[in-house]
């Protein structure tokens, strides 16, 4: 397994232990055999992450939908878990302003 591999599974394994109800939905997505179910999830959250200045939808299904497509498409991965970690860098750096 590639480094980036590597990181990729240990951010979504941060997600997961981090935030236990969005860790069940993405362990019931990231299941093997589920991509049936794992890329229409990740296109409709992706396209309703465009339209987050929607009130229901939000800009928050983009990175979502982008964790579910990374999961199928390895070209994917070393920029989404660089994305998750920087995003979750920006978020400590803001609560400590």
């Excluded at 997505?29 to 959250?45: E, Q, S, V």
């Excluded at 309703?48 to 939908?65: A, H, N, R, S, Y």
């Excluded at 920087?86 to 302003?97: E, I």
Aim: hydrophobic letters at 50%.
């Amino acid at each position: 397994m590639s480094r980036s591999n590597r990181r990729f599974a240990r951010q979504i394994d941060r997600i997961e232990s981090r935030f236990p109800r969005l860790g069940r939905l993405l362990g019931t997505l990231t299941a093997p055999g589920r991509l049936w179910l794992r890329l229409p999830a990740a296109l409709l959250l992706i396209a309703g992450g465009f339209l987050g200045f929607l009130p229901i939808l939000g800009f928050w299904m983009l990175p979502l939908g982008l964790i579910l497509l990374a999961v199928d498409l390895p070209l994917l991965r070393p920029g989404v878990g660089a994305l998750i970690v920087r995003g979750r860098a920006a978020r400590r750096r803001w609560r400590q302003d």
